[in-house]
Nanobody, 111 residues
Framework: QVQLVQSGGGLVQSGGSLRLSCAAS????????MGWYRQTPGKLREMVAI???????DYADSVKGRFTISRDNAKNTVNLQMNRLKPEDTAVYYC?????WGQGTQVTVSS
């Protein structure tokens, strides 16, 4: 079983930046794909960004050029740097790895 503990997030004005971090309880070097997802009330959870063990990344079209996902295998963390945030980025963000989810972190962007 993998425990994923998230940190970061909060309230920011439109155009601002936030950074999310996710610390795993295991050596993530053996986890092929890790990612960040988000969910708003009444909507399905959607992929925001994913990163593979060899560093390949993929992003939702809505965040391309603004968000950057990274992983630090030495620290067993995966991070999401969010720049130029928009009100529509407001959601609960979840870290995902190995079929496990983090606890969720609220990100609120005010206009």
């Amino acid at each position: 079983q993998v425990q994923l503990v998230q940190s970061g997030g909060g309230l920011v004005q439109s155009g601002g930046s936030l950074r999310l971090s996710c610390a795993a309880s295991m050596n993530i070097a053996s986890i092929h794909t890790m990612g960040w997802y988000r969910q708003t009330p009444g909507k399905l959870r959607e992929m925001v960004a994913i990163i593979t063990s060899d560093g390949n990344t993929d992003y939702a079209d809505s965040v391309k050029g603004r968000f950057t996902i990274s992983r630090d295998n030495a620290k067993n963390t995966v991070n999401l740097q969010m720049n130029r945030l928009k009100p529509e980025d407001t959601a609960v963000y979840y870290c995902h790895a190995h079929n496990f989810w983090g606890q969720g972190t609220q990100v609120t962007v005010s206009s």
